[in-house]
């Protein structure tokens, strides 16, 4: 079988991905550029689980090893914690440590593992956990990132410095005059 094959432009928002399966289907995924993945909580169960009911119906365990930051309403990290379990059927995270009171329903979170957005769409791709490896892909890889800031002026300064030796010592008189 041929591996998976893997189109990625990573851009200042978002991180767009078209997946090749092996037998040719095409799946489209939008991840946000930082990496992170936002929720919000719909419940909280118990001291240590959260419900989010965006995450039904993600590969089993895939969010297992995660970090989790939990935001106000200024987005400010209010607590964070570690998903020590997932589950898809009914988008439950469970973490190694107690909830805070503070965090309830309605309140944002997001999920990370310091990964690169492109690895994250390739996880999601495939439905890997952060335990599993990739397995060999291909992958193409663009970016309108540097373009950006190229075209906005935006970034750090920078100078491009060129030298290109002479083919030959040939000279060409100008016809101008020096002035």
């Known amino acids: 079988m ?29 991840v946000l550029s930082s990496g992170v993945t936002k929720g919000q909580v719909e419940e909280v169960q118990g ?44 988008g439950v995270l469970s973490f190694e440590q107690m909830l805070p009171p ?22 999601t791709a495939l439905a890997l956990r952060l335990t599993e490896p990739i397995p060999a892909v291909n992958v193409r890889l663009g970016t309108t990132r540097g373009t950006n800031a190229l075209l906005t002026r935006r970034g750090a300064r920078t100078a491009f410095i060129a030298h290109r030796e002479p083919r030959s010592t040939t000279f060409v008189r100008s016809r101008y005059p020096k002035t």
């Not at 503070?102 to 390739?122: C, H, N, Q, Y």
């Open 2 to 30: 041929s591996p998976w094959d893997f189109w990625i432009d990573v851009g200042g928002t978002f991180t767009d991905c078209i997946a090749r399966t092996p037998s040719g289907e095409l799946l489209p995924i939008k």
């Open 47 to 90: 001291t240590n689980r959260i419900v989010d009911l965006s995450r039904r119906g993600e590969p089993k365990e895939f969010w297992t090893g995660y970090s989790v930051r939990f935001l106000d309403d200024h987005g400010e990290t209010i607590a964070t914690a570690k998903v020590s379990a997932f589950h898809p059927r009914m």
């Open 102 to 123: 503070s965090v309830g329903p309605g309140t944002r979170f997001e999920l990370s593992a310091g990964e690169e957005a492109p690895i994250l769409a390739i996880r």
